[in-house]
């Protein structure tokens, strides 16, 4: 079946960067944008950025500008999420969603998610 | 960005009682608009998309309505396993808002 595996949960200290992975399987990988989203304790979900697995384009968003890279390997069909500079406001549930239906090509509703990764960034 | 805003934040129900989550957008979004569950340490489940259509499996007496701003999922009888938190998405652009989310309380 359709599904998005992500990597274990991480401790970073304040500053470190983390990088989530989001491994793909049951569908053509290169078919379907994927996006991450997060949720911080307390707040809303936030879109963080998407990425079209097919030649690697990005669009983050505007707040994670600079901060936050997001690639693809087409070989291992895995999403991964880099986030840099990691401060204490961080500490959240990262998602990983595809995109769907294909023929959105990115502006589509998120079916499957994956089950979430806790990072906490704590000195 | 567009605004999603849901009411009420907590709704608190019987088994077996109609309940309705109301989302708002601050401009209109036509139908492209998405519901999710989430249950306690899981991700979100897609229930319905352009605002109406119900997900394959997704139980019957979920239901949702409207477009352009207001919408609303209702759940027509409550089951002990809707007990859950109920989010609206809007979609139709790269970057998305959330609504705050109604969390379905046993009374």
């Known amino acids: 079946q359709v599904q998005l595996v992500q990597s274990g949960a991480e401790v970073k200290v304040p500053g470190a960067s983390v990088k989530v992975s989001c491994k793909a399987s049951?569908?053509?990988?290169?078919?379907?944008?994927i996006h991450w989203v997060r949720q911080a304790p307390g707040h809303d979900f936030e879109w963080m950025g998407i990425?079209?697995?097919?030649?690697?384009?990005?669009n983050y968003a505007q707040k994670f500008q600079g901060r936050i890279t997001l690639t693809s390997d087409t070989y291992t069909s895995t999403v991964y999420m880099e986030l840099r500079s990691l401060i204490s406001e961080d500490t959240a549930l990262y998602y990983c969603?595809?995109?769907?239906?294909?023929?959105?090509?990115?502006?589509?509703?998120?079916?499957?998610w994956g089950q979430g990764t806790l990072v906490t960034v704590s000195s | 960005d567009i605004q999603m805003t849901q009411s009420p934040s907590t709704l608190s129900a019987s088994v077996g009682d109609r309940v309705t989550i109301t989302c708002r957008a601050s401009?209109?979004?036509?139908?492209?608009l998405a519901w999710y569950q989430q249950k306690p340490g899981k991700a979100p489940n897609l229930l319905i998309y352009?605002?109406?259509t119900l997900e394959g499996g997704v139980p019957s007496r979920f239901s949702g309505s409207g477009s352009g701003t207001e919408f609303t999922l209702t759940i027509s009888s409550l089951q002990p396993d809707d007990f859950a938190t109920y989010y609206c998405?809007?979609?139709?652009?790269?970057?998305?808002?959330f609504g705050q989310g109604t969390k379905v309380e046993i009374k």
């Open positions: 990425i079209n697995p097919r030649g690697g384009g990005t």
């Open positions: 049951g569908y053509l990988f290169d078919n379907y944008y």
């Open positions: 401009q209109s979004i036509s139908n492209w």
């Open positions: 998405q809007h979609y139709n652009s790269y970057s998305r808002t």
């Open positions: 352009k605002a109406s």
């Open positions: 969603a595809r995109d769907f239906p294909m023929v959105a090509a990115g502006k589509g509703w998120f079916d499957p």
